[in-house]
């Protein structure tokens, strides 16, 4: 037998391949099928025929098998891009699905996974549909989107089929007879229209969807839409046309395109496409259904968003996204207020073997929906839940929902007592922290309770996530409550220590060692509640709120740890109408602003030992003059926080009330005009009128030439006070821009003329100011230094003194250059500015911005602080990973003989450098050379490049930076 097989082999093996080797060997342009067809089948004949009369019929199976297989694979081989042949399409299809498709696919999942694992949901709001992720997330699946689009790619490349050209269809022809019949045919086609470009395979168009689904997961909505757009127009007689149409509607919903969306939706189900619409697999129609549900979503008009939900929710069959569509259903009815089918829907969630955390909230949700004896029976419930430990981290969830059921009983101390359980219970959930402390700020805040509302409103800014959709209300409510906070203090602090001055020095001893006491005890309370594992941190408001009136009147509970408390909220300048964005144009220079209250309320931190009774002697103003200041430190804090809650509260009543106890305890103060006109306004505002004419009649009668009282009688007066502000501003323009121009000798006559001309001149310090920069850019240098002097001793309490000595001593160790560089850098601000600066804005103008231009994107590192080499590897590597298709460059360079740049480039415009700058941030851990601190990074311009190497001042660009791309 073997023999036989050994004889075939060395005698007839180079006959049975020769025809083989001569007929199916691919030709250089893979086109055997075209050529020599013909002459295949006969070799393949003969070779089938040699092998019956070698081997008789016993082995004739085998060698047909093998012969087969030969040919097959010598077939797949030619299988041309270029012929819509049966085997063609056969081979392409296979080839296409089974490699490079099947691996971008899967690789399109692993990045969705990952993504999906990184992206916690928030039952605290109305879950997503479709989980997307954040800005920052999807940079983390870049790697897996790059793969699954280049396996993409690969498949459209190489299996693509396209048409032959004309011109070899023209070499057939002419070869081929019956020359009439092909014309006739040929008028037929060319009636029929001209044929696609590229014709239709299974996996070609799925690719180009695939593309853009990962683009779309990317963020890079240009891209994905143009992958889609392709799709839909290029095979929109395929079923493929309907999830590409779709998906242009995910990607405008993205964008906040929401009418580009609406119309992609309305065409999908359009009359003309009704018939094939029908014929599409029940997942289309869900897509379709659960898209248009996201749709309204996103637009906040969930009533609309339940009737495709619901559908969405009849078509899908995946069991974890039916039971997610279900929950968000519920949630949906629960936001229309509509309960009974909010619980019904929450029970169906229960039903569907959902994850713990989603039965978990489904449960805590149904209380939302319950009255009456379903209340007791969910409270009940509740209840039950807080003794199985199994539930010790849905705890404070469970608190926050019994406080709920207490408040629709109207029971406010529970809610109260429920929702501090609910802090003190959670562990790692800060947003459900943050969202009691949210509830407790509000109920003080409605009473009112100021200062404690504020202190809750603190403590939920600090646990809850920015991207909190009413993130932005609480830190307003907590910066307007911060000031009558801090405005309170001085006054409790200042009527304290001017009851302590008015007793005798035994009394005072004595008092001062019960403060001490207090300090002592305190101190010992919170040791305790620090050594204890379920320390509360919201005991010490709890505690605050409950100490009765000595809260505020005790000076050591407002100075202990008081200048941690000014670290912490710092201090900002009030103004009347502070909300207003052009203040100047509706406000009076009538009277003094009130007087910053930094450095006084320095006199209120005890520097001393806190249990030393000498510490705070100190405070106390035993003297006339101490005296003084400390009632203009109250004066000061009883108008300013009139205005709060005037202008931030709208509070017409206390407002009222604190500008008539500053009148009532200093009825002579310096605000007193002010005071009267703003309480004359708001008893107008409250129908007041007979305490709205009384203090009208006293403005008139004691301040009969004031601007105030001018504006009663004249309505149009502030018209005519806005104009004269404008006059004097223009004329300040045009001598600043003669500056500017170099005419220096007409800025320093218009300056001098400003006097004259306007006798109220606000502007006086500016001009005082730009009259000795032109001094100094006209005439010598004693005459500029002069100049300065002058300003400084005019105006001592204005900026333009800071800017003025500053000069004055960079004259004095740069006198040798400075007509070269001093007066080259010296700048002043526009009349509206908030400050004259000389030194960095003035140097950022060396820098240009044009965003649309080429950019590169820099990292400067010390040179002692890393491996430069290893550095650079380590950004290419992560270009590679995250950024393949960029094709970006690295290198690097000194900046100095101490430090080192990494180069990256070229993006096409600042938004592309932003992206990479921000990938860098959101996955640092990829480049592990990188030195945690010391370095600096950012994007610039091709242009402004240069500039900064040549410069070298990188705090410079960096304030350029990051005015212009990090907030512009």
Not at 202 to 221: T, V
Not at 334 to 346: M, V
Not at 763 to 789: C, N, V, W
Request: aromatic residues 12%.
């Amino acid at each position: 037998m073997r023999g036989g097989i050994g004889v075939v082999k060395q005698h007839y093996s180079p006959l049975i391949m020769l025809p083989l080797l001569s007929g199916i060997v691919p030709s250089p342009k893979y086109n055997i099928f075209a050529t020599n067809k013909l002459y295949l089948v006969i070799a393949f004949g003969f070779t089938v025929k040699g092998i019956v009369q070698i081997m008789g019929r016993s082995h004739i199976s085998c060698y047909l098998k093998a012969a087969c297989f030969v040919l097959l694979i010598s077939a797949g081989l030619q299988c041309s891009t270029r012929k819509d042949a049966v085997i063609n399409r056969a081979y392409h299809n296979m080839t296409g699905h089974y490699n490079a498709y099947f691996n971008g696919i899967e690789s399109f999942k692993q990045g969705k996974a990952k993504l999906a694992m990184s992206d916690k949901d928030d039952y605290t709001t109305i879950l997503p549909l479709f989980k997307y992720g954040t800005e920052s997330s999807s940079k983390t699946i870049y790697p897996e989107m790059d793969n699954a689009i280049l396996k993409a790619s690969k498949v459209i490349k190489r299996h693509e089929i396209k048409p032959e050209s004309a011109s070899s269809k023209k070499k057939k022809r002419k070869k081929k007879k019956k020359r009439k019949k092909r014309k006739k045919k040929k008028k037929k086609k060319g009636k029929k229209g001209k044929k696609d470009e590229s014709i239709h395979k299974n996996w070609i168009d799925d690719s180009y969807l695939l593309m853009g689904k990962a683009h779309f997961y990317k963020r890079d909505y240009a891209k994905a839409l143009e992958a889609f757009e392709y799709v839909s127009r290029k095979y929109k007689k395929y079923p493929i046309k309907f999830p590409a149409m779709i998906w242009i509607a995910k990607t405008h919903i993205e964008q906040n395109h929401f009418s580009l969306a609406q119309t992609m939706i309305d065409l999908s189900e359009d009359e003309k496409n009704q018939a094939a619409l029908e014929k599409q697999p029940r997942k289309v129609h869900a897509l379709i259904a659960a898209t248009k549900a996201d749709f309204y979503m996103k637009q906040q008009a969930y009533g609309q968003a339940i009737k495709p939900l619901i559908e969405a929710i009849a078509l899908t069959k995946k069991r974890k996204v039916r039971v997610r569509y279900t929950y968000i259903l519920a949630q949906l009815y629960q936001q229309q207020r509509d309960f009974k089918k909010a619980s019904r829907n929450f029970l169906e969630v229960l039903k569907m073997n959902p994850s713990y955390e989603m039965a978990f909230n489904a449960q805590i949700n149904r209380a939302k929906g319950m009255s009456g004896k379903d209340t007791k029976e969910i409270q009940r419930e509740l209840e039950r839940m807080l003794n199985d430990e199994k539930n010790s981290d849905y705890f404070d969830q469970v608190y926050y929902a019994l406080a709920n059921l207490a408040q629709r009983d109207g029971d406010m101390e529970k809610v109260v007592l429920y929702l501090n359980k609910s802090i003190r219970a959670s562990r790692s959930n800060n947003h459900q922290k943050g969202l009691a402390y949210v509830r407790l700020g509000n109920i003080n805040f409605a009473i009112p309770e100021y200062t404690i509302a504020e202190a809750y409103y603190d403590s939920a800014k600090s646990n809850l996530n920015p991207e909190y959709e009413l993130y932005g209300e609480i830190v307003d409510k907590k910066n307007s409550l911060k000031d009558i906070v801090k405005y309170l203090k001085i006054i409790a602090f200042e009527d304290s220590v001017q009851r302590l001055a008015r007793m005798s020095d035994k009394e005072r001893r004595k008092a001062i060692k019960g403060i001490i006491d207090d300090v002592i005890e305190e101190e010992r309370k919170k040791k305790a509640a620090d050594a204890s594992p379920k320390y509360d941190p919201s005991a010490s408001r709890e505690i605050a709120s409950s100490g009765g009136s000595w809260y505020f009147y005790n000076p050591t509970a407002l100075n202990f740890g008081y200048t941690e408390f000014s670290k912490k909220w710092g201090e900002r300048k009030l103004e009347d109408n502070w909300r207003r964005k052009n203040k100047r144009s509706v406000s009076f220079d009538i009277e003094e602003e009130p007087d910053s209250l930094d450095e006084d309320l320095s006199a209120m931190e005890i520097t001393g030992d806190l249990k030393n009774v000498d510490s705070y002697l100190e405070l106390i103003p035993t003297t006339r003059l101490k005296m003084q200041e400390s009632e203009e430190r109250m004066i000061d804090a009883y108008y300013n926080l009139g205005i709060v809650y005037k202008e931030l509260m709208n509070d017409k009543k206390q407002a009222a009330a604190t500008f008539e106890e500053l009148l009532t305890r200093f009825p002579e103060n310096k605000y007193q005009l002010s005071s009267y006109y703003q309480l004359y306004r708001l008893f107008l505002s409250m129908n007041n009128m007979p305490k709205a004419n009384y203090y009208k009649n006293a403005i008139l009668k004691e301040f009969p030439d004031s601007d105030y009282a001018k504006l009663i009688m004249n309505p149009n007066y502030i018209k005519q006070l806005e104009a004269k502000k404008n006059k004097l501003e223009n004329y300040y323009s045009d001598t600043y821009r003669a500056y500017i121009a170099g005419q220096y000798p007409v800025v320093i006559g218009r300056c001098e003329q400003s006097d004259s001309l306007f006798k109220q001149n606000k502007l006086r310090p500016k001009f005082s100011y730009l009259r000795a920069l032109a001094i100094g850019k006209h005439q010598d240098m004693t005459q500029f230094e002069a100049a300065l002097k002058d300003v400084i001793a005019k105006f001592p309490g204005d900026e333009v003194k800071v800017e003025a000595e500053e000069t004055l001593a960079l004259i004095a160790t740069l006198k040798t250059r400075l007509q070269d560089s001093l007066i080259e850098g010296d700048s002043i601000s526009s009349s509206s500015g908030d400050s004259v600066t000389v030194n960095t804005e003035e140097k950022e103008e060396i820098y240009s911005l044009n965003k649309t231009t080429t950019h590169y994107y820099v990292i400067i590192v010390p040179d002692t602080a890393v491996n430069i080499e290893d550095l650079k590897r380590e950004v290419s590597d992560f270009n590679a990973k995250f950024f393949r298709f960029k094709k970006l460059r690295t290198s690097n360079m000194l900046l100095n003989t101490e430090m080192h740049i990494i180069l990256v480039k070229n993006f096409g415009d600042s938004s592309n450098g932003i992206d990479y700058f921000k990938s860098i941030r959101e996955n640092i851990t990829a480049i592990p050379a990188l030195p945690k601190e010391g370095y600096q990074q950012f994007i610039i311009s091709a242009e402004n490049f240069p500039v900064l190497y040549k410069d070298k001042e990188i705090d410079v660009y960096l304030a350029f930076f990051q005015k212009n791309y990090m907030e512009g």
